[in-house]
């Protein structure tokens, strides 16, 4: 029994993770038509952006991950402006590819600045809580509020602002939010601004109990991907429980069954789930 | 365009046979092995790519799975030579068959999503077939790969002489005559009532529906036929560099021919041929300078994306429309 809460709270703590990700990429995907497959390398960008403003200049958690987020959607809106704003009117396609070549320069630019070895984070709130037979870090905990603050924000900003309700039309329909007077062209800025920070914050706080190295957006992007499909595209709630469920899924069958076809397991659930429901559990028919 | 493809003599067909031409005389005069080795990847690279386009660019499906059935070929070949001891030729055809049911399940499965849909639901297949492979250790011999593939037997010829497939000069016309069989089936299909069919289903589905056809049917048939290509190439692959590993099925792969058919032009005969010669070249060039090599990669994608509309043919269609506009009539 104990094995089981042991490994719904580490279930919970990465589904935490994957849906800070998964939101941002279906505001960039979702809203925007961009499969943004550098989500993961700017989320991994973000992952040492952090660590370098807590190790160099030696600033605390919070602050570091504070910094890194806006650093991260800084450079989302340069990436916009730069790589998807010019094929805005292309087919998604040319923007995967454009993703792509991304990923490339992201990754290897890393790899060439900081090496290919694992970077370990100065050790931050390493308390250990015992209750009932079950072991949890003090990180794990932060992981789960922080990653539940953040999505109450962002459900605020969309549905209390005019900014929000901006992003909103676009989403629902970009022309006729054109027509209205809405500026398109700003609202992808701070879609890109919004999903780029979130990936920071997620890997700002997965990052003391993972380890940071160039590598590590891609198994995250991955995931990404499925999480929005299986929630189906651009629903914000199906971000969230899709990446809770991910979250479930590949801790239980590590615990339970193996961890070699955690994957699998995965992405299987994603096929189910395609095969019954062929647009995604939140996704309109 | 369809009045000029039947004349003999028009300039596009002349151009084709010279290319022909010049492509079997290559190792007449090509003598560096490392040159020709490089020849022989854009080829299976060309024939893969050329076999994706047909889902992708003509049927407008993106399967992101193409990398797997590449692999699942290379290692059905690769296993029924070493385990089983078949010899190479009914092993092509077998490995083939195996990609193509393998590749009927998941497209009966996939192909019920649309859009973005399937393309992440098959990359999902990719990555799952990817992890089998690496972990299945008992039959793939997992992350060690397998190693020692033989190249193809001879093929003995009256008058007791043979074709032999020891010299890369042989393999290569084995896979340049492969790759030539890929264009002309593929180019058949596309210039046929069933090429037709697949581009109203890229066109409209509902529309195609409505219209009496069966948009799933085509699909279907379209997603095989790429499967059985891209299987006959991952088994050129698998004899040709003897060595596989469960690198050769990953994402990767899919995402590079993608590449391939988005750089050179989606939807033509000829971008991802082009593609596939133009970026394998670039990114062996691309070992020699100072500049990260991947990043340098990278950079050109993107410029290329940005200031290409429609890759390289669509590039050569406007520069062709600007300055020659009247040739090729």
Redesign the interface.
Known sequence: MSLFIQQVLNGVMLGSVYSLVALGLTLEYGILHIPNFAHGALYMVGAYLAFLLATYLGFNFWLAMILSMIALGLIGVLVERLVFRPLMLESPLSSFIAAIGLIFIFVDGALNIFGPDFKRFPPTHIQVFHVLGITITFQRIIIVVVTIALIVLLHLFIKKTTMGATIEATAQDREGAQLVGINVKRVRMIVFALGTALAAAAAALISPIHLVHPGMGGPVILKAFVIIILGGMGSIPGAIIGGFIMGLVESLSGGYISTAYNEVFAFAVLVTVLAVRPTGLFGAK | MMETAGKLFSPKSLMVLILIIAAFTIPFFVTSRFLLHIMILCCIWAMAATSMNLIMGYTGQ?NLAHGAFFGIGAYSAGLLILKLGIPFWPALLLACAITVVLGFLIGL??L???G??F???T???N??VT??ID?WEGLTEGARGLLGIPRPPPIPLPFGKEITFTSVAANYYLILVSLLLTILVIYRIVHSMMGRSFMAVRGNEELAESLGMNAMKAKLLSFLISTFFAAWAGVLYATYIGFLSPEISD?HVT?EL??FC??GG?GTMVGPLIGAFILTIISELLHGIAV????A??????II??FL?GGLMGGARLLWLRFGGKGGR
Do not use: N
Not at chain 2, 292 to 295: C, I, K, Q, T
Not at chain 2, 297 to 302: D, E, H, Q, R, W
């Open positions: 993106v499965l996939a019920r999503t649309k973005s849909y393309a992440i639901g990359m999902c297949f990555v799952i992890v089998i972990s994402y995402f993608l590449t988005l750089i989606l990260p090599r991947m990043v990669y990278g950079f050109v994608l993107i994306m940005i509309r």
